[in-house]
């Protein structure tokens, strides 16, 4: 993404503060200091306190500086030991650990931080309560000698609580700072000299920021391409600039009442997630479709899930969403609490929040968000008894525990009749999915995590309506975990109008299933961490609407599987790919030629990587004609093989644009690399990462 | 969130003086005023949406089997009319606050119509389904027996009417707005 908030809060004005910080976390350790030393950074919303601790973090000083160990928390909200801990442990090893109890958790971080000098920082803390900071601390003392911890605040309170040094007040940005801020998100290089009109306008508008450079970002980017007067006037003359009495930043609400109506749809939509929820694009975009938010574009090849992906990407240009990361298969972001706090307070007739106290609805209700789910089951559903029929939307976000849990979210579905999405974000105690779930006709959308819980795993589930899938006949989307060794028949390839089909951390999968041709639609394929997988089934040949394969960590898996064996036989075949990227493939020998040689009008991208045992790149690569990029890292023989000009495979591939080989470019068009403008073609961010927790997910329109 | 403007709040009275240009904004949430406003509606966005779904449903074989067609088509032209004024209502909202209440009444009604038309294309979807894969037990096909079929209709036209009535209720008061 070229242009998002990430490329703009790059710290325009805050080097002084950064060298500051800096020196007080590189002072030399002395016996009697506190150990660790807390350092809080205090001021309001939107100044950067979350931007600058990273950037401090990140600072080459600081890694000289010889910290064993980094980790990040974001606290926010609610300050629950447990999940605090459990949130260090992730940034610190990744695990999710969401089975250990308390004692075993914290017995884990003592493990962690265990004479380690460690730096962490605790974003964004609003608990205010002294003993909670005080279960916390000690655990966090294990470190070595001059471990640091940084936390950013809005609160002096806080500061007070938790500091063992003089807290660092971030002050305003600076006018001049705000100004070149402003400018840098407004205009493209070097058009700021063509409009003297609008620099002038800019200027006003910037002194309207006060000085928070959230607001300031957010108006330039808003701006960004505008070169009309008018356009420049309305955001300065806006009467929002005046409007009192909620907290909000007015350049936020500006820039929401300049979104088109179905943007602003959506982004409200996003209030339905707690505060610094990390957004999966894929997810969100079925969310809304669920939701009814995605128009079905004029262009009968967009999908709805392509034209939900550009809403994505308009949101992230225009700064609504941040902390974008690209993670190839999928991208992830986060709102920033003030964006949060808009969406809730604009969505506030539609959207509940039920929380310990907190459990009124109304009649206006229709979307729901549980933090405490046992005041929801038991002071909520006896009191509104009439306000649920309208609801379309619940997300719980604690687990759903205790004796009568299970009975109680049962009963709790009977009363959603018109429920489109229903998301359990945390483990709950009850072992299998209730029934009741069927009689949802409205569920589009469901989403639960961490299914170890159900010890008889998602596949049960799935086996429980095994012959049910193929009724599902508007399943678009479907992660999933599974300790089968095999997928029936009859199950998922019937799905014809699937679009995304990803099977990942399924260890004791042996074969996927045969009918995979009945996926007419599929367009992205992703197969991922299946260690037992061996062979691949050929009927991955017959999809022609394939655009995307991803395969990646299948340690038993032999690619040639997917080949017909006589190869007199073959029928030529004609695919869609585009990108196919193979990742650690050791059992693989030979990269698939018919499959390549199928795609050879539209394979773009093709990267290979840890597959050390292919001996050689195939003739049909030759043929490939819209091959832009290839890439090749850790293949022994490959590299050998395609050494510029004196590699025996060199006459193969020279017809390729841009070639890398374990992170040289031997392309002839060197010189172009890094200027490329399209973000996945950056490849040295191309490690796939998944996150564990998303277990599984459907999305489903009817469940008979 | 609550929660958090109100800690917000005793901040700034804890405030050091040399902190104060720091909560500019923030001293604003002293003043409930605004605090219970009504939310944006999005009216148009929903009957456009309502709309296309209808228009999808026109000249389907379901509507004329269960006898539906004249419900739904009275639907649509009550929508389209209501449609025609939309955009000014949400433009005239912010400034005035019986605009947003009648539009926020009206999306109350829409919503509901989109679930019936949801309702109704969830059970065509599901005839699909029976009809494609068949369904070998008699139980099932007793569920989708004529009885059945009736019992739906009588149903569905039930709602459409009421919506078709609150639909016009709300569309009356719309002269007093001067909407065009």
């Given at each position: 993404m070229n242009r998002s908030f990430e490329s703009f809060s790059g710290?325009?004005?805050r080097d002084e503060d950064k060298e500051r910080i800096i020196n007080l976390l590189a002072a030399p350790f002395k016996?009697?200091?506190?150990?660790?030393l807390v350092l809080p950074i205090v001021g309001?919303?939107?100044?950067?306190k979350t931007s600058l601790a990273k950037s401090v973090c990140d600072d080459e000083i600081v890694n000289t500086h010889h910290f064993d160990l980094k980790m990040e928390a974001c606290?926010?909200?609610?300050?629950s030991l447990k999940q605090v801990v459990q949130k260090i442990i992730k940034s610190a090893?990744?695990?999710?650990?969401?089975?250990?109890d308390v004692g075993e958790l914290n017995k884990k971080l003592e493990e962690i931080l265990n004479g380690k000098k460690y730096l962490l920082l605790l974003d964004d803390v609003w608990n205010e309560d002294a003993q909670k900071w005080l279960l916390l601390k000690p655990l966090l003392?294990?470190?070595?000698?001059?471990s640091k911890i940084i936390v950013t605040t809005r609160s002096q309170r806080v500061a007070e609580i938790m500091g063992t040094v003089t807290a660092y007040n971030l002050s305003l940005l600076g006018q001049e700072d705000c100004l070149s801020l402003f400018y840098k998100c407004a205009?493209?290089?070097?058009?700021?000299?063509?409009?003297p009109n609008l620099v002038g306008i800019g200027k006003e508008i910037v002194e309207k920021c006060k000085q928070v450079p959230l607001a300031v970002i957010n108006m330039g980017t808003q701006l960004y391409?505008?070169?009309d007067e008018k356009e420049w006037k309305s955001v300065r003359d806006s009467e929002k600039w005046e409007e009192?009495?909620?907290?909000?930043?007015p350049a936020l609400k500006i820039s929401y009442q300049r979104l088109p109506p179905h943007l602003k749809r959506c982004f409200l939509y996003c209030s339905v997630f707690p505060q610094d929820y990390r957004f999966g694009d894929l997810y969100l975009v079925q969310f809304w479709m669920a939701n009814g938010l995605i128009h079905q574009s004029?262009?009968?090849?967009?999908?709805l899930e392509d034209v939900g992906l550009r809403y994505v990407r308009e949101l992230i240009s225009r700064c609504f969403f941040q902390d974008y990361k690209d993670r190839m298969v999928s991208a992830t972001f986060k709102m920033h609490d003030l964006m949060h706090d808009l969406a809730s307070s604009l969505a506030q007739n539609e959207f509940s929040i039920i929380s310990s106290q907190n459990h009124q609805i109304s009649k206006t209700t229709r979307h729901l968000l549980v933090f405490d789910s046992d005041s929801f089951f038991h002071k909520t559903l006896p009191k509104f008894p009439?306000?649920?029929?309208?609801?379309r939307s619940i997300a719980f976000v604690d687990s759903i525990v205790g004796p009568t849990c299970k009975t109680d979210f049962e009963k709790c579905l009977l009363e959603f009749?018109?429920?489109r999405s229903l998301e359990l974000m945390n483990d709950s105690?009850?072992?299998?999915?209730?029934?009741?779930?069927?009689?949802?006709?409205?569920?589009?959308y469901l989403y639960f995590e961490?299914?170890?819980?159900?010890?008889?795993?998602?596949f049960k589930l799935q086996n429980l309506q095994a012959l049910d899938v193929r009724h599902?006949?508007?399943?678009?989307f479907l992660y999933l975990t599974t300790q089968q060794k095999r997928l029936p028949e009859g199950g998922i390839g019937?799905?014809?109008?699937?679009?995304t089909l990803v099977i990942a951390?399924?260890?004791?999968?042996?074969d996927l299933c045969k009918?995979?041709?009945?996926?007419?639609?599929?367009?992205k394929l992703v197969i991922f961490?299946?260690?037992?997988?061996i062979s691949l089934p050929r009927?991955?040949?017959?999809?022609?609407?394939?655009e995307e394969l991803f395969i990646v960590d299948?340690?038993?898996?032999?690619?040639?599987?997917?080949?017909?064996?006589?190869?007199?036989?073959i029928q030529p075949l004609s695919l869609s790919l585009c990108i196919v990227i193979f990742d650690?493939?050791?059992?693989?020998?030979?990269?698939p030629e018919q499959l390549l040689q199928g795609s050879a009008e539209s394979l773009q991208i093709f990267i290979i990587r840890?597959?050390?045992?292919?001996?050689e790149i195939p003739d049909c690569i030759h043929n490939l004609?819209?091959?832009q990029n290839l890439e090749i890292r850790n293949c022994s023989s490959l590299r050998k093989r395609c050494?510029?000009?004196?590699?025996?495979d060199w006459p193969k591939i020279k017809h390729i644009p841009k070639i890398k080989v374990d992170g040289d470019?031997?392309?002839?068009?060197?010189?172009?690399?890094?200027?490329?403008?399209?973000?996945?073609?950056?490849?040295?961010?191309?490690?796939v990462h998944f996150y564990?927790?998303?277990?599984s997910f459907f999305r489903l329109n009817y469940f008979p | 969130m609550k929660k958090r403007k109100e800690r917000e709040q005793e901040n700034n009275q804890l405030n050091k003086p040399s902190m104060e240009p720091l909560y500019i904004f923030s001293y604003?949430?002293?003043?409930?005023?605004?605090?219970k406003k009504m939310a944006e509606a999005f009216a148009a966005e929903i009957a456009k949406s309502l709309l296309g779904k209808l228009g999808s449903f026109a000249g389907q074989e379901f509507c004329l089997a269960w006898g539906l067609e004249a419900d739904i088509a009275r639907l649509e032209k009550r929508l389209k009319a209501i449609n025609a004024v939309l955009s000014d209502a949400e433009q005239k909202q912010s400034k005035n606050e019986r605009i947003r209440f009648w539009l926020n009444d009206l999306t109350e009604v829409l919503y509901d119509a989109e679930d019936v038309l949801d309702e109704i294309e969830c059970e065509t979807l599901r005839r699909e389904v029976v009809k494609t894969?068949?369904?070998?037990?008699r139980k099932v096909r007793r569920v989708f027996s004529s009885t059945n079929k009736i019992a739906f209709r009588l149903r569905m036209g039930h709602k459409i009417k009421s919506i078709i009535e609150r639909l016009a209720e709300i569309s009356s008061l719309k002269s007093e707005f001067n909407l065009s």
């Amino acid at each position: 993404m070229n242009r998002s908030f990430e490329s703009f809060s790059g710290l325009i004005g805050r080097d002084e503060d950064k060298e500051r910080i800096i020196n007080l976390l590189a002072a030399p350790f002395k016996v009697g200091d506190a150990d660790p030393l807390v350092l809080p950074i205090v001021g309001m919303g939107g100044l950067g306190k979350t931007s600058l601790a990273k950037s401090v973090c990140d600072d080459e000083i600081v890694n000289t500086h010889h910290f064993d160990l980094k980790m990040e928390a974001c606290v926010s909200d609610d300050f629950s030991l447990k999940q605090v801990v459990q949130k260090i442990i992730k940034s610190a090893t990744g695990e999710r650990c969401a089975d250990l109890d308390v004692g075993e958790l914290n017995k884990k971080l003592e493990e962690i931080l265990n004479g380690k000098k460690y730096l962490l920082l605790l974003d964004d803390v609003w608990n205010e309560d002294a003993q909670k900071w005080l279960l916390l601390k000690p655990l966090l003392s294990k470190g070595a000698d001059g471990s640091k911890i940084i936390v950013t605040t809005r609160s002096q309170r806080v500061a007070e609580i938790m500091g063992t040094v003089t807290a660092y007040n971030l002050s305003l940005l600076g006018q001049e700072d705000c100004l070149s801020l402003f400018y840098k998100c407004a205009f493209k290089e070097g058009q700021m000299e063509l409009y003297p009109n609008l620099v002038g306008i800019g200027k006003e508008i910037v002194e309207k920021c006060k000085q928070v450079p959230l607001a300031v970002i957010n108006m330039g980017t808003q701006l960004y391409g505008k070169t009309d007067e008018k356009e420049w006037k309305s955001v300065r003359d806006s009467e929002k600039w005046e409007e009192e009495g909620d907290g909000i930043l007015p350049a936020l609400k500006i820039s929401y009442q300049r979104l088109p109506p179905h943007l602003k749809r959506c982004f409200l939509y996003c209030s339905v997630f707690p505060q610094d929820y990390r957004f999966g694009d894929l997810y969100l975009v079925q969310f809304w479709m669920a939701n009814g938010l995605i128009h079905q574009s004029s262009n009968p090849n967009e999908k709805l899930e392509d034209v939900g992906l550009r809403y994505v990407r308009e949101l992230i240009s225009r700064c609504f969403f941040q902390d974008y990361k690209d993670r190839m298969v999928s991208a992830t972001f986060k709102m920033h609490d003030l964006m949060h706090d808009l969406a809730s307070s604009l969505a506030q007739n539609e959207f509940s929040i039920i929380s310990s106290q907190n459990h009124q609805i109304s009649k206006t209700t229709r979307h729901l968000l549980v933090f405490d789910s046992d005041s929801f089951f038991h002071k909520t559903l006896p009191k509104f008894p009439n306000n649920f029929h309208q609801v379309r939307s619940i997300a719980f976000v604690d687990s759903i525990v205790g004796p009568t849990c299970k009975t109680d979210f049962e009963k709790c579905l009977l009363e959603f009749k018109h429920l489109r999405s229903l998301e359990l974000m945390n483990d709950s105690e009850f072992e299998a999915f209730p029934e009741r779930i069927g009689a949802l006709k409205h569920l589009r959308y469901l989403y639960f995590e961490n299914i170890k819980r159900l010890p008889k795993s998602i596949f049960k589930l799935q086996n429980l309506q095994a012959l049910d899938v193929r009724h599902m006949i508007s399943l678009r989307f479907l992660y999933l975990t599974t300790q089968q060794k095999r997928l029936p028949e009859g199950g998922i390839g019937c799905l014809e109008c699937h679009q995304t089909l990803v099977i990942a951390y399924c260890e004791n999968l042996k074969d996927l299933c045969k009918d995979m041709q009945g996926l007419k639609s599929l367009r992205k394929l992703v197969i991922f961490r299946c260690d037992s997988l061996i062979s691949l089934p050929r009927s991955i040949k017959c999809l022609t609407t394939l655009e995307e394969l991803f395969i990646v960590d299948c340690e038993e898996l032999d690619l040639m599987t997917i080949e017909e064996k006589n190869e007199e036989k073959i029928q030529p075949l004609s695919l869609s790919l585009c990108i196919v990227i193979f990742d650690n493939l050791p059992a693989t020998l030979a990269l698939p030629e018919q499959l390549l040689q199928g795609s050879a009008e539209s394979l773009q991208i093709f990267i290979i990587r840890g597959c050390p045992n292919i001996e050689e790149i195939p003739d049909c690569i030759h043929n490939l004609n819209k091959l832009q990029n290839l890439e090749i890292r850790n293949c022994s023989s490959l590299r050998k093989r395609c050494r510029r000009a004196t590699g025996e495979d060199w006459p193969k591939i020279k017809h390729i644009p841009k070639i890398k080989v374990d992170g040289d470019d031997i392309g002839e068009e060197t010189s172009h690399s890094g200027s490329s403008n399209k973000p996945y073609l950056n490849l040295s961010y191309l490690v796939v990462h998944f996150y564990p927790f998303f277990n599984s997910f459907f999305r489903l329109n009817y469940f008979p | 969130m609550k929660k958090r403007k109100e800690r917000e709040q005793e901040n700034n009275q804890l405030n050091k003086p040399s902190m104060e240009p720091l909560y500019i904004f923030s001293y604003q949430t002293l003043l409930p005023s605004l605090k219970k406003k009504m939310a944006e509606a999005f009216a148009a966005e929903i009957a456009k949406s309502l709309l296309g779904k209808l228009g999808s449903f026109a000249g389907q074989e379901f509507c004329l089997a269960w006898g539906l067609e004249a419900d739904i088509a009275r639907l649509e032209k009550r929508l389209k009319a209501i449609n025609a004024v939309l955009s000014d209502a949400e433009q005239k909202q912010s400034k005035n606050e019986r605009i947003r209440f009648w539009l926020n009444d009206l999306t109350e009604v829409l919503y509901d119509a989109e679930d019936v038309l949801d309702e109704i294309e969830c059970e065509t979807l599901r005839r699909e389904v029976v009809k494609t894969t068949g369904s070998t037990s008699r139980k099932v096909r007793r569920v989708f027996s004529s009885t059945n079929k009736i019992a739906f209709r009588l149903r569905m036209g039930h709602k459409i009417k009421s919506i078709i009535e609150r639909l016009a209720e709300i569309s009356s008061l719309k002269s007093e707005f001067n909407l065009s």
